[in-house]
């Protein structure tokens, strides 16, 4: 996935100001390559910045061959910009590819791309699509099959089709723009951005990104599965099981590179880990989707060492300011400084992430800035409410029965009250918990990372966007986000980020204790198939040694 | 007799209907509809998004219409497609388009068990495959319970207050009082775990070569049932309803031998296995057969645990599926499943009794 052609003598000039920065030490290495190839950098370029060689993607081939068996939730198919969990689209990951792909070391790298070049103030992109590419119906892959995808992103006349919020600089009144997409030849189009939106390529990234040929319609991308990817889907029962095969009637454009095993078989064991754990022993699966808490040691000690990705997901443990008495700024701040954060990651999460500081900007996103976190200060938060004459409320936290999710709840709750305000604990099954889960007054929504920090913000908590279940409003909020938004400089952005993120602490918009740590146990026969931030399951590169 | 099943079959169509309409009113609240909604279009779609797709899907007609779809006593709904098309409950269950192709009706009466929205298929080949599934359980559930439980029972049974009695009565209460939620979960630590149990003192003894003696998760047995990976899920099951046969046998049979008849064998020197196999028995298992064919349905309660503990994906997993998922037209039709099942049995236990017992007559 790096032979493409190198482009370092067009190298973006902000990108060799963070190559300065990151030789300075002002930048980890993973934020520049997050930063470098968001600006279509190609990786080896962008090492080559730094004075490296990029590193080899593989210590260790594996043998062609093989079966794989991991256990993942298998749901019901449907169409794929409609997708709202990553498991629906590791199962197709074998033949519907991406433009452009999420690394484990925070860069983005082509796949049905060869290269993309952003402009000065990331207006407008130019995309190369990889030459050779065929779908495994024997067409080619053209510019304009890319562009009829990205058409179908921007349609928000779907239900569900989230694609459309993340390609909103190019979409109007719900659809795609005129002139928003120019075809320059077969291999190359342009995109003109309505305002500058650096997160445009990286969220082509994103799961429900998946490229799929123009004559796909209706829900079912199993049932119907052209794609350009080496594989192709044997069966799909939802809540069983699916298997997927090498597809020997079409050639891949990333020969050689991968596609290593026969067969991948998806188990679906149900939501109770303790039947993986069962399964495991017995011998049935080679490794696990995601695990959580302490299965990721028992699954150690019988033989599945775990993976470890660092990511910027995290539980937001939120207040809905729709509702009373979480209208009350003092309230979320006194509740926010109830809480000390450490000690919900260690109770919560059996300390396998790092802190975070109730803004939802993680440091691993290239803008963060330190800007420190809420003090906890629990006798002052006891004072506050009581200032408030809310000294006999009862609060009340909601949340999902999952184990951990449940955990984090509950320490936050342990630490409220034990600052001597009054909060009731609510644990809902799953069946009930997402049926009014927007408008609950007080509860947690997990989030998983965004390569970027503007990225969770815009999603999360813009005035009126539909993930905003904090019901976060700010005007100067809004402002200061298009603001950033069109700052491909991330030290300039950092500027901006920082009085964004004063202001989330000002507000008390939520309580987000920790940035988790997440991991998967695999056999140790199993290579390539490290846990990846994003949940990607990218079979097409996992083998077996 | 005819006058007899036609007076059951009956009920049981009244007992289906009942039944079917409780769950249909269940499973319709709006607040369910609205999970479903969310389920099927994304978890983060709006009111507005909630509303379109419940109105496109036709669930917004007054629930007893819809109910009357689904029976088939009345026209399912359709509605012009922008393309020219027609589209609705007929035509989506025909997989059709063209206006006036599908059937007015298309419901149970029809036929048509409708669709799962949980797993995008045919409700009647989703309960077919699963029920096959757990028939496969059930049969081996009761070639390990009933044998076992009726020589329990009649061992226990033979010599009342004896020691024999005594441990196998305490064997048996203890087995019936232990749920499947708990044994199930004790099997599985005791015998298909590496790290506790008797599985590792066999592996370090060399008994076994694998790392665990039975495996604790039945998913394999769907491919191929092996002694290994099904053991643990029915004796699970069978013990459960073992212990409460056998009670059962044990009262009938210490009633038997108080009989006259059996002293009066006794006193013509007939020899004591004699007098239990030939004349004692079958006297004792006209209230076990009972309750063996009571137990049939109420096993179906068991499978629900077991199968989703060991994840098997049987009729009882599948329930639990569809209530998780508010999954309208499968919850249904497990419903119909059930009410059949319950008065099948009771329908095959009421027969057999006759034949066992001459002096009831059926009429």
Same mark, same amino acid.
């Given at each position: 996935?790096?032979?493409?052609?190198?482009?370092?003598?067009?190298?973006?000039?902000?990108?060799?100001?963070?190559?300065?920065?990151?030789?300075k030490?002002?930048?980890?290495?993973?934020?520049?390559?997050?930063?470098?190839?968001?600006?279509?950098?190609?990786?080896?370029?962008?090492?080559?910045?730094?004075?490296?060689?990029?590193?080899?993607?593989?210590?260790?081939?594996?043998?062609m061959?093989?079966?794989?068996?991991?256990?993942?939730?298998?749901?019901?198919?449907?169409?794929?910009?409609?997708?709202?969990?990553?498991e629906?689209?590791?199962?197709?990951?074998?033949?519907?590819?991406?433009?452009?792909?999420?690394?484990?070391?925070?860069?983005?790298?082509?796949?049905?791309?060869?290269?993309?070049?952003?402009?000065?103030?990331?207006?407008?992109?130019?995309?190369?699509?990889?030459?050779?590419?065929?779908?495994?119906?024997?067409?080619?892959?053209?510019?304009?099959?890319?562009?009829?995808?990205?058409?179908r992103?921007?349609?928000a006349?779907?239900?569900?089709?989230?694609?459309?919020?993340?390609?909103?600089?190019?979409?109007?009144?719900?659809?795609?723009?005129?002139?928003?997409?120019?075809?320059?030849?077969?291999?190359?189009?342009?995109?003109?951005?309505?305002?500058?939106?650096?997160?445009?390529?990286?969220?082509?990234?994103?799961?429900?990104?998946?490229?799929?040929?123009?004559?796909?319609?209706?829900?079912?991308?199993?049932?119907?599965?052209?794609?350009?990817?080496?594989?192709?889907?044997?069966?799909?029962?939802?809540?069983?099981?699916?298997?997927?095969?090498r597809?020997?009637d079409?050639?891949?454009?990333?020969?050689?590179?991968?596609?290593?095993?026969?067969?991948?078989?998806?188990?679906?064991?149900?939501?109770d880990?303790?039947?993986?754990?069962?399964?495991?022993?017995?011998?049935?699966?080679?490794?696990?989707?995601?695990?959580?808490?302490?299965?990721?040691?028992?699954?150690?000690?019988?033989?599945?060492?775990?993976?470890?990705?660092?990511?910027?997901?995290?539980?937001?443990?939120?207040?809905?300011?729709?509702?009373?008495?979480?209208?009350?700024?003092?309230?979320?701040?006194?509740?926010?400084?109830?809480?000390?954060?450490?000690?919900?990651?260690?109770?919560?999460?059996?300390?396998?992430?790092?802190?975070?500081?109730?803004?939802?900007?993680?440091?691993?996103?290239?803008?963060?800035?330190?800007?420190?976190?809420?003090?906890?200060?629990?006798?002052?938060?006891?004072?506050?409410?009581?200032?408030?004459?809310?000294?006999?409320?009862?609060?009340e936290?909601?949340?999902?029965?999952?184990?951990?999710?449940?955990?984090?709840?509950d320490?936050?709750?342990a630490?409220?009250?034990?600052?001597?305000?009054?909060?009731?604990?609510?644990?809902?099954?799953?069946a009930?918990?997402?049926?009014?889960?927007?408008?609950?007054?007080?509860?947690?929504?997990?989030?998983?990372?965004?390569?970027?920090?503007?990225?969770?913000?815009?999603?999360?908590?813009?005035?009126?966007?539909?993930?905003?279940?904090?019901?976060?409003?700010?005007?100067?909020?809004?402002?200061?986000?298009?603001?950033?938004?069109?700052?491909?400089?991330?030290?300039?952005?950092?500027?901006?980020?920082?009085?964004?993120?004063?202001l989330?602490?000002d507000?008390?918009?939520?309580?987000q204790p920790?940035?988790?740590?997440?991991?998967?146990?695999?056999?140790?026969?199993?290579?390539?198939?490290?846990?990846?931030?994003?949940?990607?399951?990218?079979?097409?590169?996992?083998?077996?040694? | 007799?005819l006058?007899?099943?036609?007076r059951?079959?009956?009920?049981m169509?009244?007992?289906?209907?009942?039944?079917?309409?409780?769950?249909?009113?269940?499973?319709?609240?709006?607040?369910?509809l609205?999970?479903?909604?969310?389920?099927?279009?994304?978890?983060?779609?709006?009111?507005?998004?909630?509303?379109?797709?419940?109105?496109?899907?036709?669930?917004?007609q007054?629930?007893?219409?819809?109910?009357?779809?689904?029976?088939?006593?009345?026209?399912g709904?359709?509605?012009?497609?922008?393309?020219?098309?027609?589209?609705?409950?007929?035509?989506?269950l025909?997989?059709?388009?063209?206006?006036?192709?599908?059937?007015?009706?298309?419901?149970?009466?029809?036929?048509?068990?409708?669709?799962?929205?949980?797993?995008?298929?045919?409700?009647?080949?989703?309960?077919?495959?699963?029920?096959?599934?757990?028939?496969?359980l059930?049969?081996?559930?009761?070639?390990?319970?009933?044998?076992?439980?009726?020589?329990?029972?009649?061992?226990?049974?033979?010599?009342?207050?004896?020691?024999?009695?005594?441990?196998?009565?305490?064997?048996?209460?203890?087995?019936?009082?232990?749920?499947?939620y708990?044994?199930?979960?004790?099997? +599985? *630590?005791?015998?298909?775990?590496?790290a506790?149990? #008797?599985?590792? &003192? $066999?592996?370090?003894?060399?008994?076994? /070569?694998?790392?665990?003696?039975?495996?604790?998760?039945?998913?394999?047995?769907?491919?191929?049932?092996?002694?290994?990976?099904?053991?643990?899920?029915?004796?699970?099951?069978?013990?459960?309803?073992m212990?409460?046969?056998?009670?059962i046998?044990?009262?009938?049979?210490?009633?038997?031998?108080?009989?006259?008849?059996?002293?009066?064998?006794?006193?013509?020197?007939?020899?004591?296995?004699?007098?239990?196999?030939?004349?004692?028995?079958?006297n004792?298992? +006209? *209230?076990?057969?009972?309750?063996?064919?009571?137990? #049939?349905?109420? &096993? $179906?309660?068991?499978?629900?645990?077991? /199968?989703?503990?060991?994840?098997?994906?049987?009729?009882?997993?599948?329930?639990?599926?569809?209530?998780?998922?508010?999954?309208?037209?499968?919850?249904?039709?497990?419903?119909?499943?059930?009410?059949?099942?319950?008065?099948?049995?009771?329908?095959?236990?009421?027969?057999?009794?006759?034949?066992?017992?001459?002096?009831?007559?059926?009429?």
């Amino acid at each position: 996935m790096t032979d493409q052609k190198s482009n370092a003598p067009k190298v973006h000039h902000a990108a060799k100001r963070y190559a300065q920065e990151c030789r300075k030490g002002q930048l980890s290495r993973r934020e520049f390559m997050t930063r470098a190839t968001a600006l279509g950098v190609a990786a080896p370029a962008a090492y080559g910045l730094l004075g490296l060689a990029a590193p080899e993607a593989k210590a260790q081939t594996p043998q062609m061959g093989g079966t794989l068996r991991i256990q993942m939730d298998i749901k019901a198919q449907r169409d794929p910009r409609t997708w709202d969990w990553s498991e629906l689209a590791n199962v197709c990951r074998g033949w519907l590819e991406y433009l452009v792909s999420y690394e484990r070391d925070g860069s983005v790298q082509p796949v049905l791309l060869e290269s993309w070049e952003a402009n000065d103030d990331a207006t407008e992109f130019t995309l190369n699509v990889r030459p050779g590419v065929k779908w495994n119906n024997g067409d080619d892959l053209t510019a304009e099959h890319v562009a009829h995808n990205i058409e179908r992103w921007c349609d928000a006349s779907v239900e569900g089709n989230s694609m459309a919020g993340r390609m909103s600089s190019i979409s109007e009144d719900g659809k795609l723009r005129d002139g928003a997409i120019e075809i320059v030849d077969d291999l190359t189009l342009r995109l003109h951005l309505s305002s500058p939106d650096i997160a445009i390529i990286v969220n082509m990234t994103d799961y429900p990104a998946a490229v799929v040929h123009p004559s796909f319609t209706g829900d079912d991308p199993v049932a119907n599965p052209i794609g350009t990817g080496p594989y192709r889907p044997v069966s799909h029962d939802t809540g069983i099981g699916a298997v997927i095969e090498r597809n020997p009637d079409h050639t891949w454009w990333n020969e050689g590179n991968g596609a290593y095993l026969d067969r991948i078989e998806f188990v679906d064991l149900g939501t109770d880990p303790a039947a993986w754990m069962a399964a495991a022993e017995g011998g049935e699966i080679d490794m696990t989707y995601q695990t959580t808490g302490d299965f990721v040691d028992l699954l150690e000690m019988i033989g599945m060492p775990a993976t470890e990705a660092i990511t910027a997901a995290t539980l937001a443990v939120r207040f809905n300011q729709d509702n009373a008495p979480y209208d009350n700024v003092n309230v979320r701040r006194a509740l926010q400084m109830a809480v000390d954060n450490q000690i919900v990651l260690e109770l919560g999460y059996n300390d396998r992430g790092t802190v975070a500081e109730n803004h939802h900007v993680c440091p691993i996103h290239p803008e963060y800035a330190d800007i420190g976190a809420t003090p906890f200060d629990p006798g002052e938060a006891r004072a506050m409410i009581e200032a408030e004459g809310l000294g006999d409320h009862e609060f009340e936290l909601i949340s999902i029965d999952d184990d951990w999710q449940a955990a984090t709840c509950d320490s936050v709750a342990a630490q409220i009250r034990a600052a001597g305000i009054n909060i009731k604990r609510t644990i809902l099954p799953g069946a009930t918990f997402w049926n009014d889960w927007l408008n609950y007054p007080f509860s947690s929504t997990e989030w998983n990372m965004r390569p970027l920090g503007v990225q969770v913000l815009n999603l999360a908590y813009r005035s009126g966007v539909a993930w905003n279940e904090a019901g976060f409003a700010n005007a100067e909020f809004d402002a200061l986000l298009d603001q950033a938004n069109g700052i491909p400089d991330a030290d300039e952005r950092r500027e901006v980020m920082a009085q964004i993120q004063q202001l989330m602490l000002d507000e008390g918009v939520l309580i987000q204790p920790y940035w988790r740590s997440l991991y998967r146990n695999a056999r140790p026969n199993v290579l390539n198939a490290e846990m990846h931030p994003t949940f990607e399951v990218r079979y097409q590169s996992y083998g077996l040694s | 007799m005819l006058l007899f099943l036609a007076r059951r079959i009956g009920v049981m169509l009244f007992t289906a209907l009942c039944l079917t309409f409780v769950v249909f009113y269940l499973t319709n609240l709006p607040a369910k509809l609205e999970t479903l909604a969310k389920t099927q279009a994304g978890s983060r779609i709006s009111d507005a998004e909630v509303a379109s797709w419940l109105d496109r899907n036709g669930y917004n007609q007054p629930m007893l219409t819809r109910y009357g779809e689904w029976l088939g006593v009345v026209p399912g709904w359709t509605r012009e497609e922008a393309d020219g098309g027609m589209t609705g409950r007929c035509y989506r269950l025909a997989d059709i388009s063209e206006p006036g192709a599908a059937p007015d009706r298309c419901g149970l009466l029809q036929g048509y068990w409708g669709n799962s929205t949980r797993f995008r298929a045919d409700v009647a080949d989703v309960i077919t495959a699963r029920l096959g599934a757990t028939g496969i359980l059930m049969l081996w559930v009761l070639i390990v319970m009933v044998p076992m439980a009726l020589l329990v029972g009649v061992l226990a049974g033979m010599r009342e207050g004896s020691r024999t009695d005594r441990s196998l009565s305490t064997f048996a209460i203890a087995s019936t009082a232990t749920p499947e939620y708990v044994s199930g979960v004790v099997f +599985i *630590a005791l015998l298909a775990s590496s790290a506790v149990g #008797i599985s590792p &003192l $066999l592996v370090s003894w060399g008994v076994i /070569e694998g790392p665990v003696l039975f495996q604790g998760n039945a998913r394999s047995a769907l491919e191929k049932i092996t002694f290994w990976n099904f053991f643990l899920p029915v004796m699970t099951i069978a013990l459960y309803g073992m212990g409460y046969v056998a009670r059962i046998t044990r009262a009938s049979m210490t009633e038997v031998m108080t009989q006259q008849y059996i002293r009066t064998a006794r006193l013509k020197g007939v020899s004591f296995p004699n007098i239990v196999l030939r004349h004692a028995l079958r006297n004792a298992l +006209i *209230a076990p057969f009972t309750v063996i064919m009571l137990q #049939i349905p109420w &096993l $179906l309660n068991g499978v629900v645990i077991v /199968e989703v503990l060991f994840s098997y994906p049987g009729f009882g997993w599948v329930l639990f599926e569809a209530a998780a998922n508010n999954d309208i037209e499968l919850l249904l039709a497990a419903s119909v499943v059930a009410v059949v099942v319950v008065l099948l049995t009771q329908l095959i236990s009421d027969i057999g009794y006759v034949y066992l017992n001459p002096r009831i007559r059926i009429s």
